[in-house]
């Protein structure tokens, strides 16, 4: 008999990878968050005026609201995905 299996998640390797992550991390960004994506630069991505990310496949350097990122954004991200993040706090010129 011959065996057939459909693997439900993306795998290392994998040729799409990188574009499928892209499309779920953006959809739970805009679930999630009400962002929106630039149409003219789609690694940038807009959380109202509250913050600006960019993207990097699995990376994501963010700019914004601090009070809004540390009580709103990483909440709701740790909420839904496995991570870590490292913040560089604004600093007087």
């Not at 990376?59 to 490292?86: R, T």
Request: aromatic share 12%; hydrophobic share 45%.
């Amino acid at each position: 008999t011959e065996l057939s299996f459909v693997i439900l998640k993306c795998l290392p390797g994998q040729r799409d990878a990188a574009k499928l992550w892209y499309l779920f991390f953006t959809d739970a960004l805009k679930r999630l968050l009400g962002a929106t994506v630039c149409l003219e630069q789609p690694a940038l991505v807009k959380c109202g005026n509250n913050a600006v990310l960019l993207l990097h496949v699995d990376d994501v350097l963010f700019y914004g609201n601090e009070q809004w990122i540390s009580s709103v954004m990483i909440p709701a991200l740790k909420s839904e995905f496995k991570m870590s993040c490292q913040y560089v706090k604004s600093f007087d010129r």
